[in-house]
């Protein structure tokens, strides 16, 4: 039985909409790691990464994350409550980064993470979910894209979530965020050794889902 597959990879690149896709083709959980990383970035608020690690501590042991039902039906819970909608906005994800970037907060949702996924088969989408956070995970996959793809691709996802957003505005950050992801001390974005690597910019999600389901069951 499959229990963890782990899809890794810069914003915007498809890993959201592959990941629901692939969990319910699958009949297994799908966990956005993505959006947990939001959702204590809005909970602590703009400026939280500046805080001394010790104020930051009490905050995170005061969440719980809680992850309900099967493939994109799938939702995290966060204190027994539904993640907000403005944990997607690019103000918000650029604050994640920051966050993403302190040991103990990482050390935190890595073991929400981990103790979610022993006890429940899943997709898991993030940044280091096959290189440091599931790395037994049999099948393991990397999804990357232009940064003019992925800039467009998240411009029409909010667009349709009713956010107005700037196309060069979520360049802008889209640069800088990956910038930080990719060169942070503290498991910087990077596929896994053994993961294989998708181009997500040559084909639509749908052709996307079926490479990785074909490498899925090649391998299973």
């Excluded at 650029?94 to 302190?102: D, E, N, Q, T, V």
């Amino acid at each position: 039985m499959i229990t963890i597959v782990t899809l890794d990879g810069p914003a915007g690149v498809g890993k959201t909409t592959v990941a629901r896709q692939l969990a319910d083709r699958l009949g297994i959980a799908y966990m956005d790691t993505g959006a947990m990383f939001r959702s204590v970035a809005l909970a602590f608020g703009e400026g939280a990464w500046e805080k001394p690690v010790d104020q930051l501590v009490p905050e995170l042991n005061r969440l719980d994350f809680d992850l309900e039902g099967i493939g994109s039906n799938a939702e995290l819970l966060l204190n027994g409550y539904p993640l907000s909608a403005q944990i997607r906005s690019e103000e918000v994800g650029l604050w994640a980064s920051h966050i993403g970037r302190i040991p103990v907060v990482r050390d935190f949702l890595r073991r929400n993470q981990q103790t979610i996924g022993r006890s429940t088969p899943l997709v898991a989408e993030g940044r280091d979910m096959g290189s440091v956070v599931f790395p037994e995970a049999r099948h393991k996959f990397f999804l990357d894209a232009s940064i003019e793809v992925r800039a467009m691709r998240r411009f029409v996802q909010l667009r349709e979530m009713g956010m107005n957003e700037d196309l060069e505005r979520i360049r802008a950050q889209m640069r800088i965020r990956d910038d930080q992801d990719r060169n942070r001390s503290v498991a910087p974005l990077r596929p896994a050794a053994d993961a294989v690597l998708v181009d997500t910019g040559l084909t639509d999600a749908n052709g996307v889902l079926e490479q990785i389901l074909s490498i899925i069951v090649k391998t299973s």
